[in-house]
């Protein structure tokens, strides 16, 4: 992969900085990850039909992922702090493929991207369906964790699979 832009995390000596983002318009900034959890069926069904011993996974899950959105800054070093305004953790249940998938939508007004936000948000609502889970076995497999789209900020749209 190559980069047609400079990482901005870094100054000319190669330090890690924050970037500055004071210059920056605040602007309505929106970012949409997603990621997903293969199971098995006997997980599956438990998940599908809130059997699971630790209770409702996707319930605890949702939580999970709305308290690490707003944890974010704390997890990653870079991170500026966010005031965010809204935010959806949303699962669809793929019975065929034994899989749920997760969208966790993150909404701020401010100066920098909520990118890293929904990326969290994502992750830790997977890594709680496997933990709620992982009584019942340890073959689950996370994956496909991406970023599906954003808007606003000076980069523009992006969504994913289209080009430019």
């Known amino acids: 992969m190559t980069h047609d832009t400079p990482l901005t995390h870094f100054d000319d000596a190669g330090n890690a900085v924050m970037v500055d983002v004071s210059a920056k318009d605040q602007t309505v900034r929106t970012a949409v990850a997603g990621g997903e959890i293969r199971v098995g069926p006997a ?35 870079l991170c500026h702090p966010l005031a965010v305004s809204k935010c959806a953790v949303d699962f669809d249940l793929d019975e065929s493929a034994h899989a749920v998938r997760v969208r966790c939508m993150v909404k701020v007004t401010g100066r920098t991207g ?51």
């Not at 059997?51 to 959105?69: E, S």
């Not at 709680?128 to 994956?143: L, R, V």
């Open 114 to 164: 909520v990118e890293m936000e929904a990326l969290t948000g994502a992750t830790v609502a997977l890594l709680t369906i496997y933990d709620m889970t992982k009584a019942m076995g340890k073959t689950m497999e996370i994956g496909a964790i991406r970023l599906l789209e954003k808007s606003g900020g000076k980069s523009g749209d992006y969504r994913a699979g289209e080009t430019a």
């Open 43 to 77: 997980i599956f069904a438990a998940i599908r039909e809130g059997t699971a011993a630790k209770g409702d996974v996707l319930g605890v899950a949702r939580l999970a992922g709305i308290m690490a959105v707003k944890k974010t800054v704390d997890l990653i070093p």
